[in-house]
């Protein structure tokens, strides 16, 4: 179980990190470029969203809405803890 909780953080830490790094990126880019399974991680992103350290919007396109997400500010400040 301990294993599994850091690797949580270190899937978080990715994703805060490449959000702050590409500004905004959609749902499968994100994922792609942090190396995640969809149906596997979907839950840790909904989660951050939750917890407000992302922000998910949601962007009309023709009949489809594609999905992005950007670092919040409670994102950026939990970022600026890890860097530092």
Do not use: A, F
């Amino acid at each position: 179980m301990v294993h599994e909780y850091r690797d949580r953080i270190y899937i978080r830490k990715d994703i805060l990190l490449k959000l702050y790094e590409y500004g905004e990126l959609n749902q499968s880019k994100l994922m792609s470029y942090c190396g995640l399974n969809h149906i596997k991680h979907k839950n840790i992103i909904d989660d951050m969203v939750e917890k407000e350290y992302i922000t998910k919007i949601n962007e009309p396109w023709g009949s489809k809405t594609i999905i992005k997400y950007r670092v919040s500010e409670k994102g950026r400040e939990i970022l600026k803890e890890i860097l530092e």
